[in-house]
């Protein structure tokens, strides 16, 4: 078995990442029910306990004293940090694990990414090395963090430079908090650009997810369960839906936002996890899904969200999750992608599902999705037999496709409406290291990404009529 190590910076990555860590223990310990280390487990986390290394009891579920995630943990304040070790997961993590400073990046890429970049470029190396030697097999880093603060924007896309630099060879999968147009954060659209050049140079897949859409995601939920109508009952022990029952107490403000992020997490790592009869390498899904190297902005959209009381049918509910998968209200980022075009899609089931299902499902669906024209085949598919905890399925689908383009374009919107009046600018150019053409190359690069869907999108028009006569010539 490979391992992966997950690299959580700021905030909101450490928030995010603590509930991926929450939930993937209790995954765990739902199928270990003997609490013993195994295969499955080394992929996440290292033994600890030296007098059983091999196959002892490592109490997931209660005692996880023996068992540390495979995690580096950075944020230049220490409340987040502290918190969480204060907290239920203590344990979880090693002291040599932690990297904190006390005054935070004042919400500036530039702080976070010159200032805190430069300072702490060693201490960081040094922990990320000493995650990989525990590694035997190391696949991929897993980066979370947000785009709109100092840190995890800043400092965030400084790491994911040293993971490049440090180990080339291995895969780097980034987990980008978008922020919603009413964020508290005003530097928010400048923070987000400059961190967006630095994702598109150095990341080989990224996730995007708005944190508008997760606010929407998590509404719709409430209202739905507090609606009354018979039928739309929201699972008790689900773990996609509320993250009550792992170790973590009472929910706090962005929790439940968070919870759906961990599960689009815990979906992503399934197979690196656990068994299953087509499992997919992390690193196939950016040798499948990213055709072009700038284009590997993956849109991620999971099911099930809400619970649907008219599909009781195994069969239909199976088949239910894989159109709801396409469907607008499921997307983490406010998008359609039905009516975009598509250049690659993946499609991961958990739960007992065959290749069959996918195969028909993919059929079914086909007509209605645009794909390029030169990859209408364009399909990765992967099966984990271990469903999340309270469910009987869930499917996460990533889509390499130009409906990103929409969020981008608003993002730099809000960015130009700031830049424009050169507003706040003061407070990054006296930075030592960051320069106004930082700004300019940013969103020249943002810009030149946004052309590219643009051109891409350009073709769907022209493609889409002509398609099933082309392959009738063939
Ligand atoms: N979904 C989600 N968003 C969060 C969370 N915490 C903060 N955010 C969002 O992230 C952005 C702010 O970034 P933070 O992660 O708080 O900032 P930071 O990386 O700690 O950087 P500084 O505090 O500036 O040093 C805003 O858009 C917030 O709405 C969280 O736990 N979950
Ligand atoms: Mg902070």
């Known amino acids: 078995m490979t391992q992966s190590v997950v690299v959580q910076v700021g905030q909101c990555g450490n928030q995010v990442g603590c509930r991926f860590w929450d939930l993937a223990l209790r995954e765990h310990a739902h199928v270990n029910k003997k609490g013993l280390y195994d295969e499955a487990l080394s992929s996440f986390f290292r033994n ?31 409340g987040v940090v502290n918190e969480i070790l204060q907290g239920p997961l203590r344990e979880v993590f090693d002291s040599t694990q932690l990297l904190t400073d006390v005054s935070g990046s004042g919400n500036n890429w530039a702080v976070g990414h010159m200032t805190y970049g430069s300072a702490y470029r060693e201490q960081i190396v040094d922990k990320l090395r000493k995650a990989v030697e525990h590694c035997d097999c190391l696949q991929c880093f897993f980066l979370i963090h947000s785009m709109g603060g100092g ?8 790491v994911l430079s040293l993971l490049e630099e440090e180990f080339p060879e291995v895969c780097r999968i980034v987990t980008s908090i978008y922020p919603s147009a009413e964020d508290d954060v005003i530097t928010s659209p400048y923070n987000s650009v400059l961190a967006m050049r630095e994702l598109t140079e150095h990341a080989d897949c990224v996730l995007p997810i708005e944190n508008q859409s997760l606010v929407d995601i998590v509404d719709k939920i409430k209202r739905m369960s507090h609606s009354g109508k018979p039928g739309l009952v929201i699972k008790r022990d689900s773990t996609i839906i509320s993250g009550q029952g792992g170790l973590s107490g009472a929910e706090k403000p962005f929790d439940a936002m968070n919870n759906i ?6 979906n992503i790592t399934s197979s690196a996890r656990f068994e299953g009869s087509l499992n997919m390498d992390l690193n196939e899904i950016a040798m499948n ?15 099930p969200l809400y619970t649907l009381a008219d599909v009781s049918v195994p069969t239909r509910r199976l088949d239910q999750m894989f159109s709801d998968a ?12 039905k009516h975009s075009l598509y250049l690659a899609c993946a499609l991961m089931v958990r739960g ?17 999705l645009p794909f390029v024209s030169w990859n209408q085949e364009g399909w990765k598919t992967g099966l984990c037999s271990v469903p999340p905890v309270g469910h009987s399925h869930s499917l996460l689908a990533l889509a390499n496709n130009t409906c990103v383009k929409p969020t981008f374009m608003e993002l730099r919107d809000r960015f130009t409406k700031l830049y424009r009046k050169k507003a706040h600018l003061h407070h990054y150019l006296q930075v030592e290291g960051m320069e106004q053409s930082f700004f300019s190359e940013a969103t020249n690069s943002l810009s030149s990404l946004i052309e590219e869907y643009h051109h891409l999108d350009a073709t769907k028009g022209r493609l889409m009529p002509d398609a099933p006569r082309l392959s009738i010539a063939r």
């Open 48 to 78: 600890v306990d030296s007098r059983k290394s091999d196959g002892g009891a490592c109490g997931i579920g209660g005692r996880i004293q023996h068992l540390k995630a495979r995690a580096v943990l950075v944020d230049m304040e220490e």
């Open 151 to 158: 840190t995890g924007s800043g400092l965030g896309t400084r």
């Open 261 to 266: 992020v961990a599960n689009l997490l815990l």
């Open 289 to 303: 899904l990213v055709p072009f190297p700038r284009l590997h902005y993956l849109v991620p959209s999971l099911t």
């Open 326 to 337: 396409f469907s607008k209200d499921h997307q983490l980022i406010r998008a359609d992608p």
């Open 352 to 368: 007992n599902a065959q290749v069959s299902d996918l195969r028909r499902n993919i059929e079914r669906l086909k007509p209605s």
